[in-house]
Each structure stands twice: as structure tokens, then as C-alpha cells.
């Protein structure tokens, strides 16, 4: 079991400084860290590669907006009493969806101290950890969310994005092949796979695993944006600024067609003798 080591007091509430960490992105910010692998959402997610990223559409359907008043009254009642396993979940959920990750960590942490065989606990912890950065600690967490006897296709899921964004993307691709085990053409989990294909420079198998990732029934605007991204890679101009117009504003839609031309002409760049280019990921971070 990873130890799970304190930096403040229980009693006390993670400090409102209006400071935030965000993740780190050196490739892509793969979706099973924010839509299948786990329940707290975030108000918008983008997909990078190379450092050029393509805005999505808006927050994830169906997240409810969640206020600053609505984080307040949370942090009150946990205050009361944070003891309360499920109150903490979504208070952190709160403080995660305000832009407030760091906080949500911290509040995390003080849960999974108290819980710490609670699967649900050490599921959003990891997650956690991995939005904001802390990858080597969030792996290790993940790891002990749940059990081979009984695994979870969302913490799988999760443990292969923190692992394309620790470069292993091998070993990323298992965990989204073991998760698709579980829960057979969930979209998000096909998204994160055909990211990471992307990512190893795997175009074809990319475009191949996005295009069933957008055909499935519960896939949203985000899903669709990933296409767009490999379809740009690809070269494949004319139909990746389509699927950026059908969901995005025009304005959005635009930035996101002056990225993909831009994306488009780096990786013909890129396509020089293999001891002098770089990585379409770039050097990924450790945590």
C-alpha cells in the first residue's frame, strides 16, 4: 500500500487562495483522467500534442455548474463533520470543478489518510493527484484502488493516462485494453486509446480507434475534438475543421482550424531523419 503521508492538520479546510496548479501537459490531456475514469467533471478539457491544443466544447453534458456559493456551503458542512466519506467526495469533486485542484487534493488526502482501504476514496485521490501533476504519486495510488480480483474500468482507465503522461504509452495502451474488457466500446476509454496511439506515433491505429470511439452512441463533443486533433495529424485538413464547426463557436471553431493548420505543418516538419527529430509528445514531465 502506498503510504499516505499528511501536510496539515485534519481539522483544518484547504486554504482558498484562488491559486491553482494545472495539470502539466507535455502531450495530451487524456480524457479518462476527466470523463470515464472518474465522476468529477471539469469545465473544459482540451487536447494537445507537440504543445498545440484544440479547445472542446464547454464543460462535459450533463455536469450541473457548480458555484462558489455551492463550495462554500460544502466546505461548511465538512468542516462540521469530515468524517463523512461521501460529504468529501463531493466537496473535492466542488473544489475541482471551480478550478480549485490543489484544494481538492488536499482535501482528498486527509479522506484517504482516515479510508485508507476505501477503494472510492483512494480512486479520486489518484485522480486527483494526476490533474494536478503529481503522476509518480498518482500511479502509485491508483494502484491500490482497486484489486486484480476486482478491477475498476475507471481507475484502469486513469492509470493509462497517468501513464502516457509519464511517456509509457505501452503500458498505457494495456491499461485502456483492460478497461475495454470491462466496459466494451466506452467512448472516452477508445478516445484516450486513440490519443495514445497518437502520441507513439501510431497515426493509423490513432485515426482508426477514434473513428469508433466517435460512432459510439455516448460520444460528445470532446470525443469528436480528439478526432479532429489525429485527423489534423494526419493532414486531413478539410474534415478535422468540420468536426471542430459542428460543436465549437466560430470563433472557436477558427482557433481551433489555425491550430490544426499549424499542428499540421510541425509534424510534416517533424518528419526528418529520426536521430534529429522530436517527439510529437515532447519531453514528458515525472510528476
Given amino acids: 500500500m502506498v503510504s499516505l503521508r499528511s501536510n496539515q492538520p485534519s481539522s483544518s479546510r484547504p486554504a482558498r487562495t484562488g491559486m491553482t496548479l494545472p495539470l502539466r501537459l507535455a502531450g495530451v490531456t487524456l480524457l479518462g483522467l476527466l470523463a470515464s475514469a472518474c465522476q468529477s467533471g471539469s469545465p473544459e478539457t482540451t487536447g494537445s500534442i507537440g504543445g498545440l491544443s484544440l479547445k472542446t466544447f464547454g464543460r462535459a453534458p450533463g455536469r450541473e455548474v457548480v458555484t462558489l456559493r455551492d463550495v462554500d456551503a460544502l466546505g461548511q458542512k465538512y468542516n462540521a463533520d469530515q468524517n463523512d466519506v461521501g460529504l468529501a467526495l463531493r466537496y473535492a469533486q466542488a473544489l475541482k470543478a471551480t478550478n480549485q485542484k490543489p484544494q481538492a487534493v488536499a482535501v482528498l488526502q486527509q479522506t484517504a489518510l482516515r479510508n485508507a482501504k476505501n477503494s472510492a476514496v483512494l480512486a479520486a485521490y489518484g485522480k486527483a493527484l494526476a490533474e494536478v501533476g503529481r503522476f509518480t504519486e498518482a500511479a502509485e495510488v491508483l494502484q491500490n484502488a482497486h484489486t486484480p480480483a476486482r478491477p475498476d474500468w475507471r481507475v484502469l482507465s ?5 501513464a502516457d503522461q509519464m511517456g509509457d504509452h505501452a503500458r498505457a495502451q494495456g491499461f485502456y485494453e483492460a478497461a ?7 467512448p472516452t476509454v477508445l478516445s484516450n486509446l486513440g490519443l495514445s496511439y497518437a502520441l507513439a506515433r501510431q497515426l493509423d491505429q490513432a485515426e482508426t480507434v477514434m473513428r469508433n470511439a466517435v460512432a459510439q452512441p455516448r460520444a460528445d463533443a470532446r470525443v469528436r475534438q480528439n478526432l479532429a486533433l489525429v485527423l489534423g495529424l494526419r493532414g486531413k485538413l478539410a474534415e478535422a475543421e468540420e468536426l471542430t464547426r459542428g460543436d465549437l463557436t466560430p470563433e472557436e471553431a477558427a482557433a ?6 499549424a499542428m499540421t505543418a510541425q509534424a510534416r516538419a517533424q518528419k526528418a531523419p529520426r536521430s534529429s527529430s522530436r517527439s510529437l509528445a515532447g519531453e514528458m514531465p515525472r510528476g
Fill in 180 to 186: 475495454l474488457k470491462i466496459q466494451p466500446d466506452d
Fill in 256 to 261: 481551433n482550424a489555425a491550430s490544426l493548420r
Fill in 158 to 162: 486513469a492509470q493509462g493516462a497517468v
